[in-house]
């Protein structure tokens, strides 16, 4: 009898069963759970209920963006994706991921040619390709559909939104995003009808909602159910396919609830930046974006990697204009040795971890000084990186002009969620024990460790060559891995 986890297949096919990740873009682990117990994911909440599927949550680390989740979880490593957008000093580039040419540019940085599709899969509507022999609206590959198939480019927004998004646009934005759903489930559903072994999903209608209607509002929970009726035509659909499929349904990142930077202070990260006051004389000598609640500032008249003396030094009442905005949490200086985390009323060395005055970090969990450590450590990572405040609810203060938004620290913007088939567990050596009391996985590279696990697991991978080892060392053959937690809605 097929295992309960099991969707579709003929009987009569003697295949292993294929693999399908369906990522649920920017959903947060919190408002899926809220979601399942008001009923408005049933098909995802019968499979929990029934026990062939578990939840769990997996920890989205700093940048909390989907080009570098997916960099991690379809290649393994994120390092080349210092954020959504990012400035090069070396090159002089300015990047965005979304852009074909620039995301190409930055895959080639990432693969190793055994990415997680390499072995005969497809990728769909992703951002990177995972090595796929094949793939349908691929950023990195031109959007194509096939393998040379023309172009069928998403409709773009500015990449700085506007202070004020006409209704109109809100509209077409939703309009675009149902009918790219939509061609997406076409896709899949011909990819199971050619019995394609690994199939890799972006689908989108939940996070372009939640960044203009907020996080929890209606029309966001609205395009969460939308995904959730998806996922349900995808089960029947699998019907008519030549093999059987387990399905994992994860997210990349979550969401979180806030208010604007320049609501609540007058002005634009920007122009706070530049503005004489702050010492920057020539405008054309830095270079700013943003990243939800992470601000990015570069600096092209420095070296690489300023100091915060040498940062102070050239702009002398850049640090103080910063952190006197209301909105701004803390300063991130990565420097040429050891990153400093500076506040308001103290200061804290990445290196040393040794505190002056009040640790800025206090209110940004646990997790906040590996996360921030890592991301100083990242090729590309801006000069300073200015963080927004985040209350004890969660709210944050994204610089750009959204509702919802996440790259950064605070709220629900980090908590992804990752619901697998019961018959495919998380091995326990995978999971982060550093924080007291949970057990999870951090980092988009640690949930593609346990997909290419996954994989070898259903025969669909060669285990010898293409396990990595995650850092707390190999699982041994048959030994056993810990229950999921979080079983259920």
């Avoid at 199971?192 to 689908?203: C, F, N, Q, R």
């Avoid at 996922?231 to 604007?260: I, K, M, N």
Wanted: proline share 9%; aromatic share 4%.
């Amino acid at each position: 009898m097929a295992p309960r986890s099991e969707i579709g297949g003929r009987t009569a096919d003697r295949r292993p069963p294929g693999l399908l990740v369906v990522q649920w873009d920017g959903v947060p682990a919190p408002l899926l759970r809220q979601a399942l117990a008001g009923g408005r994911c049933p098909v995802l909440g019968t499979w929990l209920a029934h026990g062939s599927h578990r939840l769990e949550e997996w920890w989205c680390r700093v940048p909390a963006t989907t080009p570098a989740s997916q960099a991690g979880l379809l290649h393994g490593t994120s390092t080349a994706v210092p954020a959504f957008r990012w400035f090069e000093k070396s090159t002089g580039r300015f990047l965005v991921s979304r852009r074909p040419a620039d995301a190409a540019r930055v895959e080639r940085r990432l693969t190793n040619g055994r990415g997680l599709l390499a072995d005969g899969g497809v990728s769909i509507g992703t951002m990177f390709s995972g090595d796929a022999p094949r793939s349908h609206l691929v950023v990195s590959r031109g959007l194509a559909l096939g393998p040379t198939g023309g172009p069928a480019r998403r409709r773009h927004r500015p990449e700085v939104p506007p202070a004020v998004r006409h209704l109109r646009d809100v509209a077409l934005d939703s309009l675009s995003v149902s009918v790219l759903q939509r061609l997406e489930v076409a896709l899949v559903r011909h990819e199971m009808a050619l019995g394609t072994p690994v199939v890799v999903v972006d689908l989108v209608g939940y996070d372009e909602r939640a960044h203009h209607a907020g996080p929890a509002g209606r029309r966001a929970v609205d395009g969460l159910a939308g995904l959730d009726a998806a996922l349900g035509e995808l089960a029947r659909a699998a019907g008519d396919a030549p093999r059987r499929y387990r399905v994992v349904v994860l997210s990349d990142h979550g969401q979180s609830d806030g208010v604007p930077f320049r609501r609540v202070s007058g002005r634009r990260l920007d122009q706070v930046v530049r503005r004489p006051a702050a010492g920057a004389a020539d405008d054309g000598a830095v270079v700013v974006a943003a990243s939800g609640n992470l601000g990015l500032v570069w600096f092209r008249d420095l070296p690489e990697r300023p100091s915060l003396a040498t940062v102070a030094a050239t702009r002398p009442r850049l640090v103080q204009a910063l952190l006197s905005q209301p909105g701004v949490g803390f300063l991130l200086v990565p420097g040429p040795d050891a990153p400093v985390v500076v506040g308001a009323r103290g200061a804290r060395d990445l290196g040393t971890d040794a505190v002056d005055g009040v640790d800025p970090l206090r209110p940004f969990g646990p997790r906040a000084v590996s996360d921030l450590r890592r991301l100083a450590s990242l090729p590309g990572c801006a000069d300073v990186v200015v963080h927004s405040t985040v209350d004890a609810g969660g709210t944050v203060h994204p610089f750009e002009e959204l509702v919802g938004s996440h790259g950064g620290l605070g709220g629900p913007q980090n908590r992804a969620f990752l619901a697998h088939p019961t018959e495919l567990a998380v091995d326990a050596d995978l999971l982060d024990r550093t924080v007291p009391g949970s057990e999870t996985l951090v980092g988009a590279e640690a949930v593609h460790v346990q997909l290419v696990r996954w994989l070898a697991d259903l025969g669909l991978r060669t285990p010898e060559r293409d396990q990595p080892v995650p850092p707390s060392g190999v699982r041994r053959p048959g030994a056993p891995a810990r229950p999921a937690a979080g079983a259920g809605a």
